[in-house]
């Protein structure tokens, strides 16, 4: 973990900390694996998984969004925020299999979560409409976060 301290948090060399960190976890990881009798993954896998599936998470989002706009402005930043995601991936991708984490089976992909980011985005123009009619009669009741929005309990669609 010593390799953290040397590193100098920029955006591109953050990508390159966090890989030779996770380096130094994986190599340590290996040592007790050559040790122990089952081969363990390094703690980093674990986020490094999480961290790649909410791509899929965040382009279905921004789909689903696309569906209830028409807005060539706002198109084009979905267009560029799915662009940094992408690119964040195959990052993630990386360092992954420079780690010897398990390797997804999939790429990131809008379709993954389609449903889920449909309820989520038909949820908030249900919720959009129902503040603009508490507007009009002079009241505003503040109804909390859209739970179909939680992306953290997101399941993949079925093939």
């Given at each position: ?12 060399s ?97 379709t ?8 989520c ?31 953290s ?7």
């Amino acid at each position: 973990m010593q390799s953290f301290k040397r590193c100098r948090l920029t955006s591109v060399s953050f990508v390159l900390c966090l890989s030779l960190g996770t380096s130094t976890l994986a190599s340590t990881a290996n040592a007790q694996s050559k040790t122990d009798a089952t081969p363990q993954e390094p703690e980093a896998c674990a986020k490094l998984r999480s961290d790649y599936e909410e791509t899929s998470k965040k382009l279905a989002l921004n789909d689903a969004k696309g569906r209830f706009d028409d807005s060539a402005i706002r198109t084009t930043m979905r267009e560029t925020e799915n662009s940094n995601a992408i690119n964040q991936s195959r990052m993630i991708f990386e360092i992954m299999k420079t780690n010897g984490c398990q390797l997804p089976d999939h790429i990131p992909s809008s379709t993954r979560y389609a449903l889920a980011s449909t309820k989520c985005a038909v949820a908030r123009e249900v919720r959009r409409a129902e503040e603009f009619m508490d507007r009009d009669r002079g009241n505003y009741v503040d109804r909390g976060p859209i739970e179909e929005c939680d992306i953290s309990g997101w399941k993949p669609d079925q093939k």
